[in-house]
């Protein structure tokens, strides 16, 4: 048999991961909960660490896919869905956002309204389960289960024995349930609330659950495994500012010193941390310490968190890195291959058009020194062109903020282009809502940096050149001609013939064998290079005075490229065959000849060459 030769290497993420699941695991303080006597079945030794990052990155160790009943952990989700049904302020009306100090079974309502005084602590979850819409219990249950079922990516159910169990003994949750019914914050029977929300504890899920879930919320509430969005972007910042002052009870203010992540653990043993922007973290050991949090979770959450640098306020700064590259003109060229004159012209005058890469999440802190850096552009830039192509997101405010010096530049004369903006709708959407109907004016977008930058060059050598009579042999003006005499153009004439395509029409294909070289004496021509997905790259556009087709003549090779007439063209061409005859009749005029195209193969290298190095 023929075995496979792979190579693996151990991430050292996992290493860590391992190494730590071995440190924790002789640590046996704390107790399983027994208040809920199906709980205290659990396996003490359980210990299972997972971590998944923003972008979908997935490390594990230990019982990570060992289930267990999520508890309290269940409730910044459940929040998260009373927000999205009835609105923040609804909610705030009926469920404050102050840590109480309080254990979690503590009946801390506000003396004058009655409100709980945070959604994390047992009174104001089952308020908060009191918000999810939804006709009858049942429904409101699934809508609870399914929105559980987007965080983690996987089906969630109950387990029966653990809400049976709980429901058998909870009557000081009851209790609480009715002192809320009293205040009129739940309305109606408060007793089904009540089993909703031991039935929300009692789902069941893994590390791997809760570390997806965390992660999901670390990304604006996409879950980076599945691609679904598991709750409205605007109220993550609500469920982790919950979670950060009081997901941990009476130990969160230490909790948010030392770890500095927002987090929620559950009497089951879980814990799930949230570094936004960044990771979820899922950690699920049954001992708990005094305060009902998992002693070896908090363990675990505190030295990846020292280890990895993870603490939510020991940020460093966000560095210049989101412009990726700037470049003129003058610079970086586009793939248009251009006369000799209209070289010269872009080398002098192409400083008056600045080329921004840009890259990154654009947010304020990343967007302002791209404002910064715009507002400074040199007064001769006539054309700025924003390349979105490496941004992977930008908020309302960096959209504001583009808008604001769009404007700014419109009214100075200068042309601003946006280019691969089809990634980032939002920017479309707010410059419409801000421009109205000047924004197809205002808003040039082009599909890439190459269009944008040739619109640009175009725009520059209609300013600074003078147009150009058509071309004809004889007139000395194709560049693959120069330094013939007068004579020796009389003589070339005889072996080109003059041929005309109409605009769209294509001139070669493909695959088609080499035959002419084509000197182009009026329009344009574009060359595509065909991809594997039907569609084609735009590689170069040639127009009156310059040469194509010289390649595939000299070696020979079929052409790899469709060149078609982008307007109204003309060419004289010379064919393989006459190019042999010429070589036999005037071996020197054909030299002479291949000299030029020599010449014009080397300058097109030396531009390629200089692109790439300024790539590098
Ligand atoms: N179902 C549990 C209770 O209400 C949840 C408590 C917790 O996990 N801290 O007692």
């Excluded at 459940?78 to 102050?98: I, M």
């Excluded at 998992?294 to 939510?312: K, M």
């Excluded at 395509?501 to 080499?514: L, P, S, V």
Aim: with cysteine; glycine share 8%.
């Amino acid at each position: 048999m023929n075995e496979e030769k792979t190579t693996s290497f151990e991430s050292p993420i996992h290493a860590r991961l391992q190494a730590l699941h071995r440190e924790l695991s002789g640590i046996s303080e704390g107790d399983v909960a027994t208040y809920i006597p199906e709980l205290a079945k659990a396996n003490p030794d359980w210990l299972g660490i997972c971590v998944v990052t923003a972008n979908g990155g997935i490390y594990e160790a230990g019982d990570t896919r060992q289930t267990f009943t999520i508890q309290s952990i269940s409730k910044p989700f459940v929040y998260g869905l009373a927000l999205e049904d009835q609105g923040r302020e609804s909610v705030l009306r009926k469920v404050g956002v102050e840590p109480t100090g309080d254990a979690f079974n503590s009946i801390s309502l506000d003396p004058d309204t009655g409100c709980p005084r945070n959604p994390m602590i047992n009174a104001g979850a089952i308020a908060t389960t009191g918000l999810v819409e939804g006709k009858t219990p049942l429904i409101r249950l699934q809508r609870i289960i399914d929105m559980f079922g987007k965080y983690s990516g996987r089906t969630m159910t109950v387990d029966e024995a653990v809400y049976r169990s709980e429901s058998a003994t909870g009557h000081r949750n009851r209790a609480i349930s009715y002192m809320l019914r009293n205040f009129d914050i739940l309305t109606g029977d408060p007793m089904p609330v009540a089993e909703t929300y031991f039935q929300q504890c009692a789902i069941l899920g893994h590390c791997l659950d809760l570390a997806t879930m965390a992660a999901t919320l670390a990304n604006r509430g996409l879950n980076p495994i599945t691609g679904q969005q598991a709750i409205r972007g605007e109220y993550v910042e609500s469920v982790l500012g919950i979670m950060g002052t009081c997901g941990m009870y009476d130990y969160a203010g230490q909790w948010l010193y030392e770890v500095g992540m927002p987090a929620k653990s559950g009497v089951a043993g879980g814990i799930a941390a949230v570094l936004p922007g960044q990771l979820g973290i899922g950690v699920f050991s049954p001992r708990l310490d005094k305060h009902g949090n998992s002693v070896r979770g908090i363990r675990a959450c505190s030295e990846l968190s020292r280890d990895w640098d993870l603490h939510l306020f020991n940020r460093a700064g966000v560095g210049n890195s989101m412009i990726r590259h700037r470049f003129t003109a003058a610079e970086y060229g586009s793939s248009r291959v251009r006369a000799a004159r209209e070289r010269v012209a872009i080398g002098k005058h192409g400083n008056s058009v600045v080329q921004y890469q840009l890259q990154g999440n654009l947010v304020f802190a990343t967007a302002e020194p791209i404002i910064r850096e715009l507002t400074a552009v040199p007064a001769e830039v006539e054309s700025i062109i924003l390349d979105f192509h490496y941004v992977h997101s930008m908020n309302e405010t960096a959209c504001r903020l583009f808008h604001d010096i769009l404007l700014q530049f419109h009214s100075a004369g200068r042309n601003v282009l946006f280019c691969a903006v089809n990634s980032i709708p939002h920017l479309r959407r707010v410059l419409k809502t801000k421009l109205g109907n000047r924004c197809d004016e205002l808003f040039r977008v082009f599909e890439d940096n190459d269009t944008a930058l040739q619109w640009c060059e175009d725009h520059l050598l209609e300013r600074v050149l003078p147009p150009l009579p058509e071309m004809s042999i004889g007139a000395d003006n194709y560049e693959l001609l120069n330094g013939f005499s007068s004579d020796e153009l009389v003589i070339l004439r005889k072996f080109f013939e003059r041929r005309e395509w109409k605009a769209g029409e294509t001139i070669c294909n493909a695959g088609d064998a080499a035959r002419e070289i084509y000197l182009l004496a009026r329009g344009r021509v574009s060359v595509h290079y065909p991809l594997e997905n039907g569609r084609s790259k735009r590689l170069a556009v040639f127009t009156a005075g310059m040469a194509f087709g010289e390649m595939a003549v000299l070696d020979r090779a079929p052409h790899y490229t469709n060149i078609v007439a982008d307007i109204h063209t003309a060419c004289d061409l010379i064919s393989m065959a006459k190019l042999i005859a010429l070589g036999i009749s005037y071996p020197k005029i054909k030299i002479r000849l291949l000299e030029n195209l020599a010449l014009s193969l080397c300058s097109k290298l030396r531009k390629a060459n200089q692109e790439a190095s300024l790539l590098a």
